[in-house]
């Protein structure tokens, strides 16, 4: 299975749009946003996404409330941003963990419960293995940024659930 990734969009929609219609022809099955969507209009490129998006909230997120009704109003029930600043999915047969934070990502790699960890927050993409006290590899990842403006590259990644891999995939 592969799980598109992505964080950081702040206010980019466009971008936002473009990295869900790219992944799904990449034939991405679902998608995974780590937060810092910034404002309710996000709501409208996520109620279009052709395939499910998980999220979590980050730090930059303003009027969450807001951006959950509108998804509802736009009966966009695929789309599920948890309430907390972390989440667990079993997905494609592994366990994941999602947050916006690298320092809680990091705890959560080590921990030896997850096959995959995904952060985002300091826009910076990177990818790697951590070995956890138990011998357990966890992927450790961050997609970079949706929104281009920190580090001028837009990106997101593709995890491939059968070979425990990420690639990053910029516009």
């Known amino acids: 299975m592969k799980i598109a990734i992505f964080s950081d969009s702040h ?91 690298p320092e809680i990502a990091r705890l959560a790699a080590l921990s030896g419960l997850y096959d995959a960890v995904f952060f985002g927050h300091n826009h910076l993409s990177s990818s790697e293995t951590i070995h956890s006290a138990s011998g357990k590899e966890c992927l450790l990842a961050n997609p970079g940024e949706l929104a281009g403006t920190r580090t001028g590259t837009v990106s997101y990644g593709i995890y491939d659930t059968e070979a425990n891999t990420f690639e990053l995939v910029c516009k």
Do not use: M
């Open 11 to 101: 206010d980019r929609y466009e971008n936002v749009a473009w990295a869900l219609t790219d992944s799904h022809a990449q034939s991405a099955e679902a998608a995974c946003h780590l937060g810092d969507y910034c404002s309710p209009p996000v709501a409208v490129p996520l109620a279009a996404s052709p395939i499910p998006v998980y999220g979590v909230w980050g730090n930059c997120d303003g009027d969450k409330l807001l951006i959950d009704r509108r998804l509802r109003e736009a009966g966009a029930a695929h789309v599920d941003i948890a309430t907390t600043d972390f989440r667990e999915l079993e997905l494609g047969a592994k366990k994941i963990f999602l947050t916006h934070y």
